[in-house]
């Protein structure tokens, strides 16, 4: 039994991290969207919000864990966003993380 819900852990983190480092890269891709075929728009809106959906979950799950509040705003970002305005030294770590996977994804 915790054999398996170790599993199930593990997999979930693999599979949050992978949704995690793929949102950057639609957000590139949706900068130039008027220059992809539709073969390519269709599934990366799809994917859109895929990790779009994950950033909430991650929000309302992980990120009240790590600002030790209920989330005020929608989405990770937009909450890192606002406790870094404020100088918030989680917010600006996390924000560094963020940025060094999507530069200027965070503004500081």
């Known amino acids: 039994m ?3 819900l170790l599993a199930i852990s593990v997999l ?3 599979v949050l991290g992978a949704l995690f480092l793929g ?3 639609l957000q590139r ?3 130039i969207r008027d220059q992809l075929h539709w073969t390519i728009t269709i599934p ?3 994917g859109f919000a895929v990790g779009l959906l994950a950033d909430i979950i991650f929000n309302a799950t992980w990120g009240s ?3 030790r509040s209920p989330p005020k705003e929608l989405t990770f970002t937009e ?3 606002r406790y870094a305005d404020n100088g918030d030294a989680r917010a600006l770590r ?3 993380r963020i940025n060094m996977i999507d530069p200027e994804h965070i503004k500081l």
């Open 2 to 4: 915790i054999g398996k």
């Open 94 to 96: 996390w924000a560094a």
């Open 44 to 46: 990366a809106y799809f």
């Open 79 to 81: 909450r890192v966003q």
């Open 65 to 67: 864990v790590i600002f």
């Open 12 to 14: 979930s983190w693999l």
């Open 29 to 31: 891709l949706s900068k």
């Open 23 to 25: 949102y950057p890269t």
